[in-house]
């Protein structure tokens, strides 16, 4: 049974950081690129970064470039997505995924296992 845990959530002020992991069991995360997604109240699910397999190619949204910084460790069989700089409009649900592709990509109906997601809340 293939699953994807996401830890690291919670609320922090304007201007802190968050780091988020992304574990994964039933499957192996290195033949996989992996996304991370999240959906604020009200609004639709946007892709916010993503890696891929083998040179580790790495996307991120306009939104958070230079703040985010997307990694994954193999042998851990665990992603991280590390959240500098965090602003009132990072606030959203996050959520990890994954898709067999080699580079990855922002179209989520291409993916094929979801996390529960983990609550980013960013406030003063």
């Known amino acids: 049974q293939v699953q994807l845990v996401e830890s690291g959530g919670g609320l922090v002020q304007p201007g802190g950081s968050l780091r988020l992991s992304c574990a994964a069991s039933?499957?192996?995360?290195?033949?996989?690129?992996i996304g991370w997604f999240r959906q604020a109240p009200g609004k639709e699910r946007e892709g916010v970064s993503y890696?891929?397999?083998?040179?580790?190619?790495?996307d991120y949204a306009d939104s958070v470039k230079g703040r985010f910084t997307i990694a994954r460790d193999n042998a851990k069989n665990t992603a991280y997505l590390q959240m500098n700089s965090l602003k009132p409009e990072d606030t959203a649900i996050y959520y990890c995924a994954t898709v067999t592709l080699l580079g990855g990509n922002y179209y989520a109906t291409e993916y094929d296992y979801w996390g529960q997601g983990t609550q980013v809340t960013v406030s003063s």
């Open positions: 039933g499957l192996t995360l290195a033949y996989y690129a």
């Open positions: 890696i891929g397999v083998g040179d580790y190619s790495t």
